[in-house]
């Protein structure tokens, strides 16, 4: 085995997990915080997205073993990778939703027994759709070129030459090969075909919005203030509450004047003075107070290393760059073809050329970018939409995320990562070629009545261009938003007077 690469696997698996805890508590609602609190669906939901970045990973582990030889059983490993797929998809994520939504009033054995009924239903129904379809849509026609060669001229001759390229081609016709796919292969076709719908919707969004974000956080970051300028604010701040101050005893030796007075229209007149200018006291601290809270947000801004920004921009750039060269290649390699050729293999040419100047780990680890980049943009699709105020269903919002509604987003985002590997190994053809995955996606599921048509005619491939040059365009015409902070900030100034100062100031010298 190859090492080096088993070493980057590791390294990465344990990188991403770190992404999936932190994603996990960056959204997670207070009330569902800490380890206490719903830890089963808290593990689910970080085994999960783990499970979904492990396939991407297992895609530069089978090409590596086939151009190798290294012997590793990569069917093994990927029946595995989807039998768990399956589990998480119909048992256990199911499981802790339904427990997680069930009332915490009852008793638990009430509970659990209630979530089993619940997910008895749902094996129900999953197996009952596999066992079906399965049943009158296993079979595969596999297509094949029949050629009959004439080789009477070759044994004619003393010097016989079994050369095949020498025979002479009498006919050639196309055919089938009919063939019954196995339940679990026809499974994983199943979880394909479905997941193709939500890697195409949240595919398409994420490859703009994932750069796009980025470079408006830069365009719409905070302008810091300087040191003098703070200092400068925050003593006049304190100036403003010393004058208070002595506005509040003003008014305490008013009162005491007030019952002092004699004669009730005196005492009357007084005192209505005095809570004329008690009703404007609190009315400019308060407006004080608020101009102080927003003067300790912007010292929270201030406090934010500007470099943060800059790091953003060139990383949106780079993002942006993955962005345009995915599109050019699938414009190049499936979109324009001639006599049903692609136009240019493009990326599966710059990978077999870095294989043949020995420099192969270059090649699998750009393959490895490219497919991991697609999901991180399906993940970052699946945020963006599903914000409540797209898709208020289940709705991922940070600090505000419940965990049955993680959950919901994390089959959404399991079952669209099936789909991706279907698709890399597609986009990629050449360079998977003779791979395992290519052996399960490029002969048995391609081929499957029931999905034939779709993937023969590049139907997904089409579809997710498209959604990504639209979504694009969207999304560049709305207004990149501001970060949360500097809207509270933006709308507390715009509840602000400002002229309370003077007229508290005017109300006291009369």
């Known amino acids: 085995m190859d090492v080096f690469l088993?070493?980057?696997?590791?390294?990465?698996?344990?990188?991403?997990?770190?992404?999936?805890?932190?994603?996990?508590?960056?959204?997670?609602?207070?009330?569902?915080?800490?380890?206490?609190?719903?830890?089963?669906?808290?593990?689910?939901?970080?085994l999960g997205l783990t499970l979904s970045w492990c396939q991407t990973l297992m895609?530069?582990?089978?090409?590596?073993?086939?151009?190798?030889?290294?012997?590793?059983?990569?069917?093994?490993?990927?029946?595995i990778i989807y039998i768990s797929v399956f589990v998480m998809l119909v048992f256990l994520i199911p499981i802790a939703?339904?427990?997680?939504?069930?009332?915490?009033?009852?008793?638990?054995?009430?509970?659990?027994?209630?979530t089993l009924v619940q997910e008895f239903m749902v094996l129900v129904f999953a197996f009952l759709t596999i066992f079906l379809t399965y049943f009158w849509l296993r079979d595969a026609q596999v297509p094949v070129t029949v050629q009959v060669q004439d080789a009477t001229l070759q044994f004619q001759s003393s010097e016989i030459d079994l050369n095949?390229?020498?025979?002479?081609?009498?006919?050639?016709k196309q055919d089938h090969i009919a063939a019954i796919i196995d339940p679990i292969t026809f499974t994983i076709g199943l979880m394909c075909f479905l997941g193709y719908f939500f890697l195409i919707l949240y595919g398409g969004i994420g490859m703009i919005a994932l750069p796009l974000d980025l470079v408006c956080s830069y365009g719409t970051r905070p302008i810091f203030k300087s040191a003098a300028q703070a200092t400068e604010k925050k003593n006049r701040l304190k100036r403003i509450v010393a004058q208070m101050i002595d506005y509040a005893k003003q008014l305490r030796d008013m009162e005491k004047d007030v019952k002092c007075a004699s004669g009730w229209w005196s005492k009357r007149k007084q005192n209505a003075k005095v809570e004329k200018r008690y009703t404007k006291l609190v009315s400019a601290v308060s407006e004080l107070e608020e101009e102080c809270e927003i003067f300790l947000l912007e010292l929270d801004i201030g406090n934010a290393n500007p470099l943060i920004y800059i790091f953003k921009l060139l990383l949106g750039i780079i993002l942006f760059t993955i962005t345009l060269t995915w599109l050019l290649h699938l414009l190049l390699n499936v979109i324009i073809t001639i006599d049903g050729i692609p136009f240019s293999p493009w990326l599966n040419k710059l990978f077999i050329q870095l294989e043949i100047h020995n420099v192969g780990f270059l090649s699998v680890f750009f393959f490895g970018l490219f497919t991991l980049y697609l999901l991180w943009c399906v993940t970052k699709g699946n945020l963006v939409f599903s914000m409540p105020w797209i898709f208020k269903f289940h709705p991922m919002k940070i600090n505000e995320t419940w965990m049955n509604s993680f959950l919901f987003n994390i089959v959404l985002i399991l079952i669209s990562s099936v789909a991706l590997c279907h698709f890399s190994t597609t986009i990629f053809s050449q360079y998977t070629r003779l791979t395992t995955v290519d052996l399960i996606f490029g002969t048995q599921i391609k081929y499957l009545k029931i999905f034939s048509w779709a993937f023969q005619n590049k139907v997904f491939e089409y579809a997710l261009f498209s959604w990504t040059i639209l979504a694009g365009i969207i999304q560049m015409f709305i207004k990149c938003r501001k970060p949360k902070l500097l809207d509270q900030i933006d709308q507390k100034k715009k509840n602000l007077k400002g002229n309370y100062e003077i007229e508290l100031k005017e109300l006291f010298l009369k």
């Open 6 to 46: 088993i070493i980057i696997i590791c390294v990465l698996g344990l990188l991403l997990m770190y992404v999936n805890i932190y994603l996990l508590a960056l959204y997670c609602h207070p009330e569902d915080g800490g380890f206490g609190s719903s830890l089963f669906c808290k593990i689910i939901v970080v």
């Open 59 to 79: 895609l530069t582990l089978d090409v590596t073993n086939e151009r190798n030889q290294q012997g590793l059983d990569m069917h093994l490993c990927w029946i």
């Open 97 to 114: 939703i339904f427990y997680y939504e069930s009332d915490d009033e009852k008793p638990i054995c009430q509970r659990i027994t209630l």
């Open 164 to 172: 095949i390229d020498n025979f002479i081609i009498t006919e050639e």
